[in-house]
């Protein structure tokens, strides 16, 4: 058994598949802390958690022709200037289980739990490249990395981003050893992950064993065969990975993570509470809810949380607190986000609903019923 080895997991989580290990956090403890504390932030692993030893863990950085490549251990990694960033990571596979309900997809079945946000701290990719020589002058190249899990024939995960977001000190690339003010855990990536803010989970390479430059895009399955969008109209007899582009920056998304579905609330007032976020460092400027299915609108009220224009990695987290309108039997409750590039969310599955049931971000609807 290849998972024999996989660490414990928190009993809070709910796990949509055991080997490889998957599993998001309940709703209602999703939103507890604007921070997700580390044993609930979503896992999602495509392999077997490999035990990495941090005294002889390596990373190699493959350096240009006439340039350096090097070899870094854990303490090389930490000499590098230390950058410290709050990201949120979700999954394209997100709210995967609205699209099945739809029409069948491919897929697990993810609720609206894979999604979660910390405090990351390494050092910055451009750097470490800039040590080992590169520049940003093959503006189409792409940076590629490859994980130390791997599958039974020895075929390691791997994704890419291009090099010119990976060379931008302003996009903030890290390679990073600590999550919330701990080495990472086992599952999200010990000793050293990437995090590239404002793009799909699947980039966020875990268990980094190698970098290099290349003129094209990874040649990983997870690049080229999966994480693409498609229409409507492509099934599996159809599709054509090569002719769509890889998800990269992620669209405006927001979930309701209290009342549940199927709830019962009081009669009087209700609290509605959730989470709104955006790839590419957009940052979420307003979130609408309705409570009759999208007839008439509140706008929430979003946290404080400080958002730094066009680097808003960090998710918003909402709350209304609105009267429920006298003789209602049940609410229809929908949620909706615009950034700042005043994108929204599309009102059905429909239009969006696609093969692999990735980047599902409708409006979020939950239906309660009021207590008499
Ligand atoms: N990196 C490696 N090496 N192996 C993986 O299976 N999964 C990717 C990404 N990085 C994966 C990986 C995917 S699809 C996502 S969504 C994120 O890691 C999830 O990160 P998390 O488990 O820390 O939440
Ligand atoms: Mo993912």
Redesign the pocket.
């Known amino acids: 058994d290849p998972y024999i080895d996989d660490p414990v997991r928190h009993p809070a989580l709910k796990v949509n598949s055991q080997r490889?290990f998957n599993a998001e956090p309940p709703p209602e403890l999703l939103t507890e802390n604007y921070i997700t504390p580390n044993p609930i932030?979503?896992?999602?692993?495509?392999?077997p958690v490999p035990n990495l030893d941090p005294e002889t863990y390596r990373l190699h950085v493959v350096g240009p022709p006439g340039g350096q490549s090097l070899c870094l251990s854990l303490d090389d990694l930490y000499k590098f200037p230390r950058h410290e960033i709050t990201v949120t990571?979700?999954?394209?596979?997100n709210r995967r289980s609205e699209m099945t309900q739809f029409k069948e997809v491919r897929g697990l079945e993810w609720n609206i739990g894979?999604i979660?946000t910390a405090r990351w701290a390494g050092a910055r990719l451009c750097d470490v490249l800039a040590k080992a020589g590169h520049q940003l002058c093959e503006t189409e190249a792409h940076v590629c990395f490859e994980?130390?899990?791997s599958d039974p024939t020895g075929t390691?995960?791997g994704?890419s981003i291009p090099l010119a977001r990976a060379m931008d000190p302003e996009a903030e690339v890290l390679l990073a050893y600590e999550m919330n003010g701990q080495p990472l855990p086992r599952?999200?990536?010990f000793p050293v992950?990437v995090v590239v803010p404002g793009v799909?989970?699947?980039?966020?390479?875990?268990?980094?064993g190698k970098v290099s430059v290349e003129p094209e895009e990874s040649y990983s399955h997870?690049q080229r065969r999966d994480?693409k969008g498609f229409s409507p109209s492509v099934d599996w007899d159809t599709v054509d990975f090569d002719s769509a582009p890889s998800i990269q920056e992620l669209p405006v998304q927001s979930a309701i993570t209290e009342p549940k579905d199927g709830e019962t609330v009081q009669s009087g007032e209700v609290t509605i509470k959730g989470y709104a976020w955006s790839g590419g460092g957009r940052a979420v400027v307003r979130v609408d809810v309705s409570l009759d299915g999208g007839l008439t609108w509140h706008v929430a009220e979003l946290d404080g949380e400080e958002q730094r224009p066009r680097k808003a990695w960090a998710w918003r987290l909402w709350q209304l607190q609105a009267p429920v309108p006298a003789g209602r039997k049940e609410l229809n409750i929908v949620c909706k986000a615009v950034d700042d590039s005043y994108n929204v969310q599309p009102d059905t599955v429909a239009p969006i609903w696609n093969l692999r049931g990735v980047l599902s971000n409708a409006w979020h609807r939950v239906h309660v019923h009021v207590a008499p």
Do not use: E, I
């Open positions: 490889p932030f979503f896992t999602r692993n495509h392999l990571l979700q999954c394209a596979g894979a979660s994980g130390l899990d390691a995960y994704a599952d999200h990536g992950r799909v989970g699947a980039r966020h390479v875990k268990w980094l997870w994480y």
